[in-house]
């Protein structure tokens, strides 16, 4: 006899909860890395609105 299809998805649910109930998403990324996509985020104000980076050099670095 199979499982019925509520039970199996009540169990993946169950694992689910189990496996990113104390995940700290954050920690996936190093804070180096997360601060300097930050920082390629920031628009330069002195470049109008053609969307240039301020810190156009850590966009640079974190394509490398």
Request: charged residues 25%; proline residues 9%; contains cysteine.
């Amino acid at each position: 006899m199979e499982p019925s299809l509520p039970i199996i998805e009540s169990l993946v649910r169950k694992i689910k909860d189990e496996m990113f109930s104390s995940v700290d998403f954050y920690s996936f990324v190093s804070p180096s890395a997360y601060d300097t996509a930050w920082l390629a985020m920031v628009p330069d104000p002195t470049a109008g609105n053609d969307g240039r980076p301020m810190f156009g050099g850590m966009l640079e670095l974190d394509c490398e």
